[in-house]
């Protein structure tokens, strides 16, 4: 399994960035996939927060409450590549955001971002693309 991550950059409060995270030697159609991000120096520090996740098979989506209304996850299975749309983008939303994933079926028993947060350390996780919001 491979992810990359991209799209990341500078932006000012209140702009828009569109993070994409492509898969190569594994399937994301079927498969739960989120987004987390980490506060810059803190890489190490667990899984961090999960603030979007699309569940396997079907496209019901997830989204932390910092982030609900602002961010859209989308996975598009022909290219193999899942979205993170952010708009209104915040000083608060900086952080090194990583695409990760899990095996199928993985959020069958737990939910969508408990289940991809299990495989953090293994090559479910890619490593990750640093957002700044400042003006």
């Known amino acids: 399994v491979q992810l990359q991550a991209s799209g990341g950059g500078l932006v000012q409060p209140g702009g828009s960035l569109r993070l994409s995270c492509t898969a190569s030697g594994f399937a994301l159609a079927n498969s739960p996939t989120g987004w987390f991000r980490r506060a810059p120096g803190k890489e190490r520090e667990g899984v961090g927060e999960?603030?979007?996740?699309?569940?396997?098979?079907?496209?019901?989506?997830i989204y932390s409450d910092s982030v609900k209304g602002r961010f859209t996850i989308s996975r598009d299975n022909a290219k193999n590549t899942v979205y993170l749309q952010m708009n209104n983008l915040k000083p608060e939303d900086t952080a090194v955001y990583y695409c990760?994933?899990?095996?199928?079926?993985?959020?069958?028993?737990?939910?969508?971002?408990?289940?991809?947060?299990?495989?953090?350390?293994?090559?479910?996780w890619g490593k990750g693309t640093l957002v700044t919001v400042s003006s």
């Open positions: 990760a994933t899990a095996p199928s079926g993985a959020d069958s028993t737990y939910g969508c971002i408990i289940a991809v947060s299990l495989y953090n350390g293994t090559d479910y």
């Open positions: 999960g603030v979007a996740c699309i569940k396997s098979n079907i496209r019901a989506t």
